[in-house]
Antibody
Framework: QMQLQESGPGLVKPSETLSLSCSVS??????????WGWIRQPPGKGLEWIAS?????????YYNPSFKSRVTMSVDSSKNQFSLKLNSVTAADTAVYYC???????????????WGQGTLVTGSS | QSVLTQPPSVSGAPGQRVTISCTGS?????????VHWYQQVPGTAPKLLIY???NRPSGVPDRFSGSKSGTSASLAITGLQAEDEADYYC????????????FGGGTKLTVL
């Protein structure tokens, strides 16, 4: 059974870069049927998709336009991990960050399953 | 303001049936894109409940069902149980937002 686990600092100073990794077990990061994504949830609020990446022979990245200028995703296939970097952090980036696999018959129809347990990142000095 | 609109809250007594709506537009649900539903118990990660409008992953009780029509989708829960108390989110895809995955604002289900 596939499992995902986020890791990274829980506190990021304003204007600095948030860096998170997601380790995948029970499946390959190079799967032809999987995309890998990040979703965040500010305290007491709803879910917001940040970005996704496809890594199987070729790499495609997809970013939420709201984050596009600040976000980068990448894959480390040797570790079966993918990562997120979000620069110029502010207090508004305080949220629980989830990593998740997405799959489906086509990119537009993908759903997220499974999800990591989430990690709280606070943007504060 | 979410692109997909859900009621902030719904409630029902044990054993009753409740529905949660998810209203979109011609650039997402109305364009034919599938809707998926997640259940989030407070303090835990979201869990896939319904995918591709009507399909249940293995392990999800058949008390949960999904439907889609036009620019909207719905999640129905029959035989309400105390353990169903959670937040529920719909998710789809929007062509006007450069390939964005979009979520509804979430609905808090209270079992009375």
């Amino acid at each position: 059974q596939m499992q995902l686990q986020e890791s990274g600092p829980g506190l990021v100073k304003p204007s600095e870069t948030l860096s998170l990794s997601c380790s995948v077990s029970g499946g390959s990061i190079s799967s032809t049927t999987s995309y890998w994504g990040w979703i965040r949830q500010p305290p007491g609020k709803g879910l917001e998709w940040i970005a996704s990446i496809y890594y199987s022979g070729t790499t495609h990245t997809y970013y939420n336009p709201s984050f596009k200028s600040r976000v980068t995703m990448s894959v480390d296939s040797s570790k079966n991990q993918f990562s997120l970097k979000l620069n110029s952090v502010t207090a508004a980036d305080t949220a629980v960050y989830y990593c998740a696999r997405s799959t489906g018959k086509y990119w537009g129809g993908n759903w997220f399953d499974p999800w990591g347990q989430g990690t709280l990142v606070t943007g504060s000095s | 303001q979410s692109v997909l609109t859900q009621p902030p809250s719904v409630s029902g007594a044990p054993g009753q049936r409740v529905t949660i709506s998810c209203t979109g537009s011609s650039s997402n649900i109305g364009a034919g894109y599938d809707v998926h539903w997640y259940q989030q118990v407070p303090g835990t990660a979201p869990k896939l409940l319904i995918y591709e409008n009507t399909n249940r992953p293995s392990g999800v009780p058949d008390r949960f069902s999904g439907s889609k029509s036009g620019t909207s989708a719905s999640l129905a829960i029959t035989g309400l149980q105390a353990e169903d108390e959670a937040d529920y989110y719909c998710q789809s895809y929007d062509t006007s937002l450069s390939g964005s995955r979009i979520f509804g604002g979430g609905t808090k289900l209270t079992v009375l």
